[in-house]
Every structure is written in C-alpha cells, then in structure tokens.
C-alpha cells in the first residue's frame, strides 16, 4: 500500500487554513510516514501520539540514507499516518540529537511513551526493530549503532 499524496496534500492544506497568513509553517514541506511502516503498530502509535502519550521517536540514519532523504532536524515537520496510511496528525520535531542506543536513557524511554515506558522496555523493542531495519536495509546494529532521538510536538490532530 502507497501512501495516498492527495490524502497528505489535504490534510496539510487543512492545518494551514488554521494558521495566520505570515506563519512560518506555511513555507515547510513536510514527509509523511507511519511509526513502525504502517499496520496494527502504526495505529497504536499514531494513537498515542494523539492523546500526548507519545512525545519522541527513534530511527536509523540509515532508514533516510536508504531513502535519499535528509535527517530529521529541529523544526522539520511530519505528517503522522495511521496503518492505513491515512494522515491523523501533524508534528514537529523540537530536539534531535545523535546519540550511541546504549547512551539513551530512562527520561528519553518514557517521553517516547510506548509499552510501559521503561527503558528495559523501550531497549527491547527497538533491538528487535532496528535489527529488522538493518538487515532489510543493509546495514548492521549493535548497541554501539548511533540513533536519532528525536522529541516532538503535536501540531494539528486528527481523531477521526
């Protein structure tokens, strides 16, 4: 299943419609993507970005580089789908920073708000997640591997 552009364009085009004329938003393209590739885990972190459970989210520099797509940086803004690939809401990154898997911490698990919020929990799935990602994509995982923690902000939500 593709990602529905027209879907993403509307929606976008729905948040700025609520922003003044001289917002800064309104010069920003923003990507679109489902947590996890989309599915049942697409849906229940969309959710959770949605009811502000959710405040973070970690990926491989490789996850772009495979894509030919720039890194996150600050003030990049995302449009978050759901399984479907639906648009339900709108982010927009507030800190991104590089950091070994093994140097992320117990603050930066639970603002990431999925499972029980732990950092046992957190370094769990994402073991098994990104050494998915890596042998899909090519590359190699190891605690020592870089990740990029990024925090977000909720800008536009969509809960239907």
């Known amino acids: 299943m593709d990602i529905d552009r027209d879907a993403c364009n509307a929606f976008w085009t729905e948040y700025l419609r609520h ?6 938003h309104r010069t920003i393209k923003p990507d679109a993507f489902a947590f996890g590739g989309g599915g049942e885990l697409a849906d229940e972190l969309a959710l959770l970005v949605l009811n502000g459970t959710k405040r973070a989210t970690t990926s491989l520099a490789i996850e772009f580089t ?50 029980d919020g732990t950092l046992s929990y957190w370094r769990e799935v994402h073991i098994e997640y990104f050494t998915e990602v890596c042998t899909r994509l090519g590359g190699c995982f190891d605690i020592k591997t870089p990740v990029i923690c990024q925090i977000f902000e909720l800008r536009w939500p969509r809960l239907s």
């Open 19 to 24: 922003l003044p004329q001289n917002h800064a």
């Open 66 to 115: 495979s894509l030919d797509e720039p890194l996150p940086t600050v003030g990049a803004m995302s449009i978050i789908l759901r399984g479907d690939l639906k648009p339900v809401a709108i982010i927009e990154r507030s800190s991104v920073a590089i950091i070994p898997f093994e140097s992320v911490d117990d603050e930066y698990a639970a603002i990431e708000g999925e499972g």
